[in-house]
């Protein structure tokens, strides 16, 4: 499981602004919903996003992203960024693997540039975004004359996110919290005498600082738009699904790859997960790819009790592989018993996570029949799925 600290605390002092600069419009839009936006939309944060404020700007910021359709938990900062990111990673789910922790000043992070992090974090414990410096560097005194003139191919100048192992960073924390101070989170955890990875980074992930970062910001911005447009799909295809599956004792119920207690399960080959049955038929049928059935018989044992999770995740690769993206998908669960309202942010978090596409394209539903049908008389569970996806130029 990953989680994020987006830190964003901070003044727009040397951007020369009264207010916090990650607040200020950048293309339409404020600085921390581009940035919270880079890391939602990777679908990659099933622990979820956590954005630190300053104190009085907490509830002004949870309205902006809440606005933008994003979902992160906003929480107040400390006196300094240390201070701030300790708050966020405490705020953090605590059954998290990993946590990375970026500026709120850096809105152009790719998706790229995360996953980085993210896998050599998840090898070595820690990933760290860097690029090679491109300038000559020289050692200074006092009175500036030169003292030395480092080797520029051992030096990175380095960015964020930085990705480290959960229980590796709350040490490292933690170590601070008692009088350690360090301009990065790298630094704190290098003081444990653990060894710090750097992954590839981009020169494009600047931390906007001052009046000149964000007119360069706005140029990436308009440039990377000007490049989707013309990627833009040349059709835009739907898909509907239906599956039904009978409740039995003995079974779990599993829903969109989430886990609901109830005394009945439902019965399959599979989990029989009717949501994700459903949704993957949508998926296939939007790109004329036949149906779960053509790809996943009931006959064949390697799919007895099969995670429907996994094999969504195929179905995706194989709408990648004929040139199709998911767009947005919306799922009805018809069910009388259980009452599924407590499930249905997890359930959206999931399956935005295999698809992905922000939470905010995916939209899961459940409804009763009013006893009537077998639905109503809770003998089963049925699902109505349908899916939008688009195509790509070659």
């Known amino acids: 499981m990953n989680a994020?600290?987006?830190?964003?605390?901070?003044?727009?002092?040397?951007?020369?602004?009264?207010c916090n600069k990650v607040l200020c419009p950048l293309c339409g839009e404020p600085v921390i919903v581009h940035t919270v936006r880079a890391f939602s939309r990777t679908g990659l944060f099933d622990g979820g996003i956590v954005v630190v404020a300053g104190e009085p700007e907490v509830?002004?910021?949870r309205a902006m992203l809440l606005r933008a359709g994003l979902r992160a938990h906003v929480v107040p900062g400390g006196e300094d960024r240390q201070q701030s990111v300790y708050n966020g990673i405490q705020a953090c789910d605590p059954r998290a693997d990993r946590i990375a922790i970026h500026d709120g000043a850096r809105p152009l992070v790719t998706r790229d540039v995360i996953e980085r992090t993210l896998e050599s974090a998840r090898q070595y414990g820690s990933g760290v975004a860097a690029v090679t410096l491109k300038d000559t560097v020289k050692q200074v005194n006092a009175a500036g004359v030169v003292t030395g003139t480092p080797r520029r191919e051992a030096l990175r100048a380095v960015q964020t996110p930085q990705t480290f192992d959960a229980g590796l960073i709350r040490r490292a924390h933690e170590c601070g919290r008692e009088g350690e101070r360090a301009t990065d989170d790298a630094a704190l955890v290098e003081r444990l005498g653990?060894?710090?990875h750097l992954t590839e980074g981009d020169v494009e992930n600047i931390k906007l600082t001052t009046p000149e970062d964000m007119l360069l910001a706005r140029q990436v911005i308009l440039k990377r738009k000007e490049q989707e447009e013309n990627e833009e799909p040349t059709g835009m295809r739907i898909g509907h699904g239906y599956d039904v599956h009978r409740l039995a004792e003995g079974?779990?119920?599993?829903?969109?790859?989430?886990?609901?207690?109830?005394?009945?399960?439902?019965?399959?080959?599979?989990?029989?997960?009717?949501?994700?049955?459903?949704?993957?038929?949508?998926?296939?049928?939007?790109?004329?790819?036949?149906?779960i059935g053509m790809h996943f018989p009931d006959t064949d044992p390697a799919y007895q009790g099969a995670d429907s999770?996994?094999?969504?995740?195929?179905?995706?690769?194989?709408?990648?592989?004929?040139?199709?993206?998911?767009?947005?998908?919306?799922?009805?669960?018809?069910?009388?018993?259980?009452?599924?309202?407590?499930?249905?942010?997890?359930?959206?978090?999931n399956v935005a996570g295999h698809l992905h596409l922000d939470a905010g394209c995916v939209n899961v539903k459940a409804t009763t029949t009013e006893k009537l049908g077998f639905e109503g008389e809770g003998l089963?569970?049925?699902?109505?799925?349908?899916a939008l996806v688009k195509s790509r130029r070659p």
């Open 194 to 196: 653990h060894a710090v």
């Open 309 to 349: 999770g996994k094999l969504l995740d195929h179905v995706v690769r194989l709408l990648e592989e004929k040139g199709y993206a998911v767009n947005n998908v919306d799922l009805t669960i018809i069910c009388q018993r259980p009452k599924l309202r407590d499930y249905i942010e997890r359930m959206r978090r």
């Open 59 to 61: 509830e002004e910021m």
């Open 4 to 18: 994020a600290v987006i830190v964003a605390a901070g003044r727009g002092t040397r951007m020369g602004m009264a």
């Open 380 to 386: 089963g569970i049925s699902c109505h799925a349908v």
């Open 251 to 291: 079974r779990k119920l599993i829903l969109c790859g989430v886990e609901v207690p109830y005394a009945q399960g439902l019965l399959g080959h599979s989990d029989a997960d009717v949501a994700l049955h459903a949704l993957m038929d949508a998926l296939l049928g939007a790109a004329a790819l036949g149906d």
